[in-house]
Every structure is written in C-alpha cells, then in structure tokens.
C-alpha cells in the first residue's frame, strides 16, 4: 500500500492553477450555467446610463440648475462653446444691423404716407432690435456661456419687452378696425415687406439652431420674435392683395395684427413664469459673471 501512495506523490504534476490576486475572492461558478455570464453582470450600468439619459433629455437639468449652469455645459467642449457664442454674437450683430435698417425704413413710409401696416411693422422691428441687444449682452462674457443665471435675466428681460410691445401692436390694431383703416402697400412697402419676410425669416432659423446646441432659451426667444417679424412682413402683401380681389376683407390687416399681437402677450407670459422663479433660484451662482 505504501509504494502506491508513494506512486501518487510521484505523480507528474498538472497544469499550474492561476491563484485570484490578492484582497480579492475567487467568483463562484455555477456547474449548469457556467461561469456568471458579462451581460448579467453590466445590466445595472446599463440601466443607470439609460436613466442618465433620460434626465438629461430636458432643455434645463435640474442637478446643474443647482450649480447654477446650463445644460450645454456638460454637450460641448470649452473651444466648441466659445465657437457658438461667438457665432451667437454675430447673427445677433447682423440682426441688429438688418432690422434696424428695415425699422427705419418703414417708419419712413409710415410718416410720408401715413401706413398703418408700415408702423407695425417698424414698430415689430425695433422690438427685434432690442432682443438682439438682450442676447449681445447675454454672451459679451465669456466665461458666462453656460451661466444659468445670466441666461434667465436675459429672459425675464426679453419677457418685459414682450409683454409691453404686444400691447401696443394690439392696441394699434384694434384702432386700425375701429376706424376701418383699408391696407395700403406702395412699390416701397412692398420691397421692404419681401426683404423682412426672407431675412427674418433666416434669421429666425439661425436663432433657432444656435438655441438649441446652446440650450439658450434667450436665444430662442430671440429667434421667435425674428419669426414673428418675417410672419408680419408677408402679412402686409397677403392683406393688400386678398383686399385687391375682395374688399369686404378689409378687417384682414388688422386682424392678424390682434393675432400676432395675443402670441406675443402669451409667451410673454409664459416666458416670465417660467423664468422668474430661476432666478431667484440661481441669483447665489453668479461664478461666471
């Protein structure tokens, strides 16, 4: 019996067993499944990664609210943010530039030739005007590009502005239809009606595109009140060409002037509710000012 356990002790050895490294215990293995399988193991990354998504799939994060930044901060790189600001600062230059032009255009044809459509028109102008200077002012710092706080001022700003400037378009328009104001478009007012309806309408877009990769809601505005200019250029040759061929729909002009006027007064609205309670919220992280 003894040369046979001696045998077993002289057995050649087999394949070295690797040993787990030190503070770690080996895993333990099933003999039916096998060993635990890689997907099992990464499910609940993958879930959080998803929900990470999801939160931050809104225009405003609440956890960099808290940190008095915006969501962008966390989409672009440092160049990548400072080549959209200035981008931001361009288009809001080239605005400035267009539709001051055209504002004084129109209010040119509106005193020689007493045009109710042309001082809307100027008037909407002047308001593009001003968001355009509200927007320079939002990004003339660059370090506050993603400052959450310098973004809701500008909106509440732009908020104000709304809602006084609507209520002088709507004002306007009712006594338009009071006293029964016929639209009247000359070769002038037509020229400078084509030339707003495109540029702001481009304008608009820019604003739009700028917004969203900034998730600036002052950019956005900026851009609504672009659109708003462009819808009211076109609003003038659609109102003296249905009044052509129809003369009972001479209330036209004024009309869309009372329905532009109420769009503006409800995102004024909507842009002051939304916004003021932000900043009180982030008026403590003013880092970047």
């Not at 193991?41 to 998504?53: A, F, G, S, V, Y």
């Not at 002047?126 to 809701?152: F, G, K, P, T």
């Not at 003369?247 to 004024?268: E, H």
């Given at each position: ?15 070295p ?9 080996p ?20 879930d959080?990664?998803?929900q990470?998504?999801i939160?931050?799939s809104?225009?405003?994060?609440d956890?960099?609210?808290d940190?008095?930044?915006l969501e ?17 600062l ?26 109710a ?24 710092n ?15 700003i ?5 809602l ?11 006594h ?5 104001l ?6 002038f ?14 304008l ?73 309670p ?12």
């Amino acid at each position: 019996m003894e040369p046979a356990a001696g045998s077993e002790r002289c057995s050649p050895p087999g394949p070295p067993v690797p040993q787990p490294p030190r503070g770690h215990a080996p895993l333990a293995t099933n003999p039916a499944m096998g060993p635990l399988s890689s997907p099992a193991r990464e499910q609940p990354q993958t879930d959080e990664e998803r929900q990470l998504r999801i939160s931050e799939s809104g225009p405003f994060n609440d956890g960099l609210e808290d940190r008095g930044l915006l969501e962008s901060s966390t989409r672009l790189k440092p160049h990548e943010a400072q080549n959209y600001r200035k981008k931001a600062l361009w288009v809001s230059w080239f605005s400035i530039i267009v539709t001051l032009a055209l504002a004084v255009a129109a209010f040119t044809v509106s005193i020689m030739r007493y045009s109710a459509s042309a001082f809307g028109f100027a008037f909407d102008a002047i308001l593009d005007v001003l968001s355009s200077a509200i927007v320079l002012w939002r990004y003339s710092n660059a370090a506050a590009v993603h400052s959450a706080h310098r973004e809701y001022i500008a909106c509440v700003i732009l908020g104000v502005i709304f809602l006084l400037s609507s209520i002088c378009i709507v004002v306007k328009a009712i006594h338009d239809l009071s006293t029964r104001l016929l639209p009247e478009v000359d070769d002038f007012l037509f020229s400078v009606s084509i030339l707003s309806g495109i540029l702001c309408s481009i304008l608009a877009v820019l604003k739009f595109m700028l917004g969203k990769v900034l998730t600036s809601r002052a950019l956005i505005t900026d851009g609504f009140n672009s659109l708003v200019g462009g819808v009211m250029g076109f609003s003038i040759l659609l109102s003296a060409e249905v009044f052509k061929h129809n003369a009972a729909v001479w209330y036209l002009d004024g009309s869309i002037g009372v329905l532009i006027g109420l769009t503006i007064f409800a995102y004024g609205v909507k842009l002051l509710i939304d916004m003021v309670p932000r900043v009180r919220q982030t008026r403590h992280y003013e880092m970047f000012e």
